[in-house]
């Protein structure tokens, strides 16, 4: 909305009202109000919560300090959300197509985790909403988001090309014209471009076609799988907050460069127009985590609940699809990514051998594997991983959880130019 005051004020030759024309600006003004917002509304919020009751159930499964966050405000998310949307809606220019889908991401899996939270507390069902109409809610979103990048004509892109002498590369350039195209970046190899049409060409010259439902297969397969590995990882205090920063500085470093096409040609990726504004929420988003995490922190005095989880894990996994890095996500959230695999092994180990012997065994003392370090004592015989004997404090799997992340960000940009 100021994006647009500001640029009527130009138009006036108001002095210093064409500030709003950059990006930087705003991506600064947004991570500031976003910062502001969380912190400031997010006492008034965990006061509202604590006195409506709206607590956490827990069920004593022998963690070390777990029944002391009995009754700790839950539903925290919404301090995220209102963080995210406020400077968005204030400062971001609407009309970009890329602006609009992250919105719509952000209060679509929002309601959703509402939703579940509300079942939660309200309805005393420690289950929540059924986990089919989750992924029904999900499977939505990736489709709805993979329509519109492909029927969208704002959503363009310009292909990196090679100048080599030899085999040294003595510039970059780009197509001149902006197209449609199916193409991602994939990490680690020379040719840094894949395109979802090649892996389809065995269906024929409708092959385009086929490219481009494959490609929302996978959309609906990345939302999904991220949005669930943020619910999971949201076991610990701060933990997958301050993991969901990590990832949305990275993300927006990803948005910025790929949108300058000075940067895109130094760092031989494809030229996205029009996607500089993912800059913008991305401030946003870095500032409401932040925010959020001053209250989330160890020991907690909030909790984000699915509202919050399902709806971080959203963002990211559209964001990245947005800027065509989705492929870079199992190397960038691959605490999302483990959390997700300790669960599936747990889960499916603990079946198989129960089937073969009668005695479900499991690979790690609890799952999500967060957890698994929280748990005292060994898990005996039956264990593959056994870890300490002695539960590690929490703040500390926090924070080395968070090492890793900073590591596995280092390394996605790094990939860029490692081929």
Not at 32 to 43: A, E, F, P, Q, V
Not at 85 to 105: A, E
Not at 230 to 237: K, P, S, V
Not at 399 to 408: C, E, Q, T, Y
Request: charged share 15%; aromatic share 10%.
């Amino acid at each position: 909305m100021l994006y647009y005051l500001f640029q009527y004020l130009h138009e006036l030759n108001v002095p210093g009202a064409g500030v709003f024309k950059y990006i930087s600006f705003r991506s600064g003004a947004a991570l500031i109000l976003s910062l502001l917002i969380s912190t400031i509304i997010g006492r008034r919020i965990i006061d509202k919560l604590q006195m409506l009751q709206i607590g956490e159930l827990v069920r004593d499964l022998g963690l070390e300090g777990q029944m002391q966050k009995k009754g700790t405000p839950t539903m925290g998310g919404i301090i995220i959300i209102i963080s995210i949307l406020v400077p968005v809606l204030l400062i971001g220019r609407l009309g970009n197509v890329y602006m609009m889908l992250m919105i719509m991401t952000t209060v679509w899996l929002g309601l959703i985790g509402f939703l579940d939270d509300y079942i939660k507390v309200f309805k005393k069902d420690k289950e929540g909403l059924q986990g089919k109409f989750k992924v029904v809610g999900q499977i939505g979103l990736g489709l709805i988001v993979g329509i519109v990048l492909l029927m969208s004509p704002k959503v363009v892109m310009r292909e990196n090309s090679e100048v080599r002498q030899g085999n040294v590369i003595t510039d970059v350039q780009y197509h001149n014209q902006d197209v449609k195209s199916t193409k991602t970046t994939i990490p680690f190899v020379k040719n840094n471009n894949l395109d979802y049409a090649d892996l389809v060409k065995f269906t024929g010259e409708n092959y385009q076609a086929w490219g481009w439902a494959l490609f929302i297969l996978v959309v609906i397969f990345i939302v999904t799988a991220v949005s669930n590995g943020a619910n999971l990882t949201d076991g610990l205090d701060g933990l997958a907050t301050g993991t969901s920063s990590i990832i949305g500085v990275t993300l927006g470093i990803l948005a910025y460069v790929s949108s300058n096409v000075n940067y895109a040609s130094y760092l031989n990726i494809m030229y996205l127009p029009g996607v500089e504004e993912m800059s913008v929420f991305a401030s946003a988003f870095i500032g409401a985590t932040i925010g959020f995490l001053w209250f989330n922190s160890f020991p907690a005095q909030v909790f984000m609940g699915d509202t919050g989880s399902l709806t971080l894990g959203g963002i990211i996994a559209v964001f990245a699809i947005i800027i065509h890095k989705e492929l870079l996500i199992p190397i960038l959230c691959g605490v999302f990514l483990v959390e997700n695999l300790s669960v599936i092994l747990q889960r499916y180990y603990f079946k198989y051998t129960k089937k073969k012997t009668g005695t479900g065994k499991r690979i790690f003392k609890m799952a999500p594997l967060h957890h698994h370090f929280q748990k005292p004592g060994n898990a005996g015989i039956d264990a593959i991983i056994q870890g300490p004997i002695r539960p590690v404090p929490e703040s500390k799997i926090v924070v080395r959880f968070w090492i890793i992340g900073i590591l596995l960000a280092v390394i996605t940009i790094v990939t860029l130019k490692i081929r």
